[in-house]
């Protein structure tokens, strides 16, 4: 019986603090995400560049449903159930950033995976 977790679960092996410092600096605000891009400049890993794209789908995802509250009352609606999901993937990014793991967020982080495939290469 293989035992193996998938890489995408896995704690990255060997990861240094200044691996996690980007990773968890990507989900502690804008400046926090600026701060860790500068600082994956000057250390690609792999575990930066993961994180840095889980945030950079949340914030898309985030603008994205940003535009929808433009819409009175409904669009109001959508905007209060999306920001509290925001809210619970964020969390759901920064726990697994702290513990070192790449661990896609739920429902879309495997899609900012691909579609963000270019981006921290």
Request: cysteine-free; overall charge neutral; proline content about 4%.
């Amino acid at each position: 019986m293989d035992t193996t977790v998938p890489p995408s679960q896995a704690a990255v092996a060997g990861a240094t603090t200044e691996d996690k410092t980007v990773a968890i600096l990507s989900y502690v605000t804008i400046l926090g995400f600026i701060v860790a891009i500068v600082m994956y400049q000057n250390h690609k890993t792999q575990l930066g560049a993961f994180h840095l794209r889980q945030t950079l789908g949340l914030v898309v995802t985030g603008l994205l449903g940003g535009i929808v509250a433009v819409v009175p009352i409904l669009g109001w609606i959508v905007w209060f159930f999306v920001a509290i999901g925001l809210l619970v993937l964020w969390f759901l990014g920064l726990v697994s950033a702290i513990r070192g793991d790449m661990r896609p967020v739920p429902l879309l982080g495997d899609h900012y995976q691909r579609w963000f495939a270019g981006a921290f290469a």
